[in-house]
């Protein structure tokens, strides 16, 4: 076969896996899956409805979106309001609030802010401006993380010396930790997010597994590739067992994608990072290694003192963490809604308060 | 993170000094950058995010997928209306 | 005097309005010769029609006929960039107004329009622009009727804008419009969605994609005349423009205080259209169209619908796509192949690519 199955999205087949997973759940399991793009996904064909009442699915801090600190956000408004400044951003991060403004306000007050689709658009961008200091707005997890690596080699390569970025990737091994190792932890099983684990392979998931005795299953994108994700973990944990399974093969291999491995080794080096309503997570973002620093436009703009602060009603964290659905937060739907959104889950629409919102709202 | 489709690679070429593919996807084109997946080979598929390939599609390995989940429809085709989800 | 040694004599202050070099300056906005001379090889040349040749400062029309009503619709175009496939900001402009119109139950008639001109725009894309505008007017069977343009200052604007107000006449007796979707109703699509917003989008050229999906910007007002002239009850009919199909879906459920459910499977989309939005992460759902309408009747009289809409220009892919039921609470709900729900809000903001 020389084409991705077509069908992945077949309902029959869909509904014919949970049917099974169905018949064999015989207890309550708490299920995370730790992807923005998993959660869309589910929401977007209502999977969540075809599983049985006991599997209950937890949304993990997987958008990079929601989890990317205040500070940065701060730090991307500041030089996106440097005059000589174009802000280069996915989309996504366009309507996350910052202290007081987001992006999308900023460019209303005439900040040159520029959506783009790939960080290779940002270095054009640099080469067709050499008067304009270019900065990307880096996040995403270890999906993203070779485009950047990628990009900043090109730059190197090409000598552009208008282009930088604003570091602020994550990387997931490290918030699974944090997850399972809080006391308040009640997930049991992981979904492992299937386009890291295309680039990362799975073996870094081995070591999680066995520590905290937790089924981990690498899983794509399509209803069918979640279905068949989900049923493998409930097998496991009905079996009381707790091992990594590959509900993806068709782009996940154990050891993953060596060349773009290495081009994010050459590129970058694990760093602390602070997590958006978390906290800081040791080892769990990506900082540019010496030989790139002059690649963080952090060093190329002096930037006041910023102090952050959250919507004291936000309990994001809670969220992210699974320790709280976003239903149990006080301000939800209410004082935070998508049009003004409080805090990071309710902007992005795989935020799992946005999802929560847009997709469990009540017929009567 | 992880918006990534599959499309097949139609042409392959350098650009500014890095590789780059066309990449089809059911009619849709776009160019793509393939440094992440060098080794790639025209009228394979890749999954492609943010402008990147990011793997190669595996054949074999894409077969037993479905040939697990055909024999689970098999099996699932003998179960009663109860055990099935409406 | 050699070329080079002429003076570059331009604008207001000059008595001697010498010809442009093809792009629009200052002077032809001062209202004087240059303004007159722009106007006439321009505008009139393409748009001339008796009213608008009579070259007043006001158009004067006869009244509303006996037992209709008026209807008048105005609307702004600053889409950007102005040319893209299957269309331009001219054809735009007169489908946009022409639309609104008939999407009360009137046959559009005549048009205003006022072109905002900056500083530095070429000539030749105007006339373009202005060609498409003519030849769209003719399609619609409307008349520009009175016309204004300015010059603003180079960077005041941007290239062009064009806002357009549109009149037409409607049957008195009709009651058509968002607060009148009843329970038990069909929702048709005139076709298949999306087209426009994928078309403008690569028009821009920063998503790096080919797609060759072309947008639908059509004059809608003749497929909406033989609707009515077939006698069908129509209760709602609006052009999913800015916002999409679900936008503005959501504003018919809540105007009428209705829930509406649709189909997922039974609304088209053109594949190209759904490719390039899995490719960025977009909702066809959302994305504008400027060539198709929503049509709310009784579900008895769906199957004439669509029978007279096929046969129609413009109307060849219609689809039922979903019912109305009573509520007071104005939801849409969205059932999936798999046979879940979820439900549709109001697009909010700019719908923006995205990685994740």
């Known amino acids: 076969m020389t084409e991705s199955p077509k069908n992945l999205r077949d309902a029959s087949l869909t509904t014919a896996i949970m049917a099974e997973i169905r018949r064999i759940?015989?207890?309550?399991?708490?299920?995370?899956?730790?992807?923005?793009?998993?959660?869309?996904?589910?929401?977007?064909?209502?999977?969540?409805?075809?599983?049985?009442?006991?599997?209950?699915?937890?949304?993990?801090?997987?958008?990079?979106?929601?989890?990317?600190?205040l500070q940065a956000i701060e730090q991307g408004l500041q030089i996106a309001s440097q005059p000589e400044v174009i802000l280069t951003t996915f989309g996504d991060m366009l309507r996350v609030p910052g202290n007081k403004a987001d992006l999308f306000t900023a460019r209303s007050q005439g900040a040159d802010v520029r959506v783009v689709y790939s960080p290779l658009d940002s270095l054009r961008i640099a080469s067709a401006n050499p008067d304009k200091q270019v900065v990307f707005f880096a996040i995403g997890f270890e999906t993203t993380a070779p485009t950047i690596a990628s990009t900043i080699l090109s730059a190197s390569k090409a000598g552009i010396p208008n282009f930088s970025i604003l570091p602020a990737n994550v990387l997931v091994p490290p918030a699974m930790?944090?997850?399972?190792?809080?006391?308040?932890?009640?997930?049991?099983?992981?979904?492992?997010?299937?386009?890291?684990?295309?680039?990362?392979?799975?073996?870094?998931?081995?070591?999680?597994?066995?520590?905290?005795?937790?089924?981990?299953?690498?899983?794509?994108?399509?209803?069918?590739?979640?279905?068949?994700?989900?049923?493998?973990?409930?097998?496991?944990?009905?079996?009381?067992?707790?091992?990594?399974?590959?509900?993806?093969?068709?782009?996940?291999?154990?050891?993953?994608?060596?060349?773009?491995?290495?081009?994010?080794?050459?590129?970058?080096?694990?760093?602390?990072?602070?997590?958006?309503?978390?906290?800081?997570?040791?080892?769990?973002?990506?900082?540019?290694?010496?030989?790139?620093?002059?690649?963080?436009?952090?060093?190329?703009?002096?930037?006041?003192?910023?102090?952050?602060?959250?919507?004291?009603?936000?309990?994001?964290?809670?969220?992210?963490?699974?320790?709280?659905?976003?239903?149990?937060?006080?301000?939800?739907?209410?004082?935070?809604?998508?049009?003004?959104?409080?805090?990071?889950?309710?902007?992005?629409?795989?935020?799992?308060?946005?999802?929560?919102?847009?997709?469990?709202?009540?017929?009567? | 993170?992880?918006?990534?489709?599959?499309?097949?690679?139609?042409?392959?070429?350098?650009?500014?000094?890095?590789?780059?593919?066309?990449?089809?996807?059911?009619?849709?084109?776009?160019?793509?950058?393939?440094?992440?997946?060098?080794?790639?080979?025209?009228?394979?598929?890749?999954?492609?995010?943010a402008g990147f390939a990011l793997n190669i599609l595996s054949d074999t390995e894409a077969e037993e997928t479905l040939k697990i989940l055909r024999d689970l429809q098999e099996f699932n085709a003998g179960l009663t209306e109860e055990d099935r989800i409406q | 005097m050699t070329q080079s040694e002429m003076p570059f004599l331009e604008g207001p202050n000059c008595p001697l309005p010498l010809k442009d070099r093809g792009q629009i300056v200052l002077g032809h906005g001062s209202g004087g010769q240059m303004t007159h001379d722009l106007v006439r090889d321009v505008f009139q040349r393409r748009l001339s029609n008796a009213i608008l040749d009579t070259a007043n400062d006001a158009a004067l029309l006869t009244a509303a006929p006996p037992g209709k009503r008026l209807v008048v619709s105005t609307d702004a175009h600053i889409v950007s960039p102005l040319f893209f496939a299957g269309g331009d900001i001219g054809r735009l402009a007169v489908c946009g107004t022409v639309n609104d119109v008939a999407m009360l139950g009137a046959d559009p008639r005549f048009l205003t329009a006022t072109f905002i001109l900056e500083e530095g725009f070429s000539i030749a894309e105007l006339e373009l622009i202005v060609d498409s505008f003519a030849e769209a007017c003719q399609e619609a069977g409307v008349e520009l009727i009175a016309a204004d343009t300015k010059v603003t200052e180079?960077?005041?604007?941007?290239?062009?804008?064009?806002?357009?107000?549109?009149?037409?006449?409607?049957?008195?007796?009709?009651?058509?419009?968002?607060?009148?979707?009843?329970?038990?109703?069909?929702?048709?699509?005139?076709?298949?969605?999306?087209?426009?917003?994928?078309?403008?989008?690569?028009?821009?050229?920063?998503?790096?994609?080919?797609?060759?999906?072309?947008?639908?910007?059509?004059?809608?007002?003749?497929?909406?005349?033989?609707?009515?002239?077939?006698?069908?009850?129509?209760?709602?009919?609006?052009?999913?423009?800015?916002?999409?199909?679900?936008?503005?879906?959501?504003?018919?459920?809540?105007?009428?205080?209705?829930?509406?459910?649709?189909?997922?499977?039974?609304?088209?989309?053109?594949?190209?259209?759904?490719?390039?939005?899995?490719?960025?992460?977009?909702?066809?759902?959302?994305?504008?169209?400027?060539?198709?309408?929503?049509?709310?009747?009784?579900?008895d009289q769906a199957e004439d619908a669509l029978r007279i809409m096929h046969n129609t220009r413009y109307g060849e892919e219609a689809q039922v796509i979903g019912r109305v039921?009573?509520?007071?609470?104005?939801?849409?709900?969205?059932?999936?192949?798999?046979?879940?729900?979820?439900?549709?809000?109001?697009l909010a903001g700019e719908m923006l690519p995205r990685i994740c």
């Open chain 3, 154 to 299: 180079n960077g005041k604007s941007d290239k062009l804008f064009i806002s357009t107000t549109g009149f037409g006449w409607a049957d008195g007796r009709l009651q058509i419009g968002g607060e009148q979707a009843k329970s038990g109703d069909a929702v048709i699509i005139s076709g298949p969605v999306g087209n426009h917003g994928i078309a403008v989008a690569e028009a821009r050229g920063n998503l790096g994609f080919i797609s060759q999906v072309r947008s639908d910007t059509a004059p809608l007002n003749h497929l909406v005349m033989t609707l009515l002239d077939a006698g069908l009850d129509i209760h709602v009919l609006r052009d999913p423009t800015r916002g999409g199909l679900a936008t503005t879906l959501v504003e018919i459920a809540r105007q009428s205080l209705v829930n509406i459910e649709l189909i997922e499977e039974q609304i088209p989309i053109d594949k190209p259209v759904r490719k390039t939005c899995e490719l960025l992460g977009l909702d066809p759902l959302y994305l504008a169209n400027e060539g198709k309408l929503i049509l709310i009747l009784p579900s």
């Open chain 1, 177 to 364: 930790h944090a997850i399972l190792s809080n006391p308040a932890n009640r997930v049991q099983g992981f979904l492992a997010a299937g386009h890291v684990c295309a680039v990362m392979g799975y073996h870094e998931y081995l070591p999680i597994a066995e520590q905290y005795q937790i089924p981990i299953v690498v899983t794509g994108f399509e209803p069918v590739d979640l279905a068949t994700g989900i049923l493998m973990t409930v097998q496991q944990l009905e079996a009381g067992k707790h091992e990594v399974a590959n509900a993806y093969p068709r782009f996940v291999t154990k050891e993953g994608n060596r060349v773009a491995q290495d081009m994010i080794a050459e590129v970058f080096k694990p760093v602390d990072r602070q997590w958006r309503g978390i906290g800081t997570i040791p080892l769990s973002g990506l900082g540019l290694r010496p030989e790139y620093a002059s690649f963080n436009a952090l060093t190329r703009f002096e930037l006041p003192e910023t102090s952050p602060s959250e919507s004291p009603l936000c309990i994001a964290g809670k969220v992210l963490s699974g320790v709280s659905k976003p239903l149990d937060c006080p301000a939800f739907g209410r004082q935070c809604t998508p049009v003004q959104p409080l805090g990071a889950p309710m902007v992005s629409s795989e935020g799992a308060c946005a999802a929560y919102y847009r997709y469990h709202r009540t017929r009567e």
């Open chain 2, 1 to 49: 993170m992880c918006l990534g489709i599959p499309g097949k690679v139609t042409k392959i070429y350098e650009q500014d000094g890095t590789l780059m593919a066309s990449v089809d996807f059911d009619g849709v084109e776009q160019s793509v950058c393939i440094a992440t997946t060098p080794e790639v080979e025209l009228g394979q598929y890749v999954l492609v995010h």
């Open chain 1, 25 to 69: 759940t015989t207890r309550p399991w708490n299920i995370m899956e730790i992807c923005g793009g998993q959660t869309h996904a589910i929401m977007q064909y209502g999977l969540d409805q075809l599983l049985p009442p006991d599997i209950t699915l937890i949304h993990g801090p997987g958008c990079p979106v929601c989890v990317t600190s």
């Open chain 3, 325 to 346: 039921l009573a509520s007071s609470s104005g939801q849409v709900w969205l059932k999936t192949p798999f046979g879940t729900t979820r439900v549709l809000e109001m």
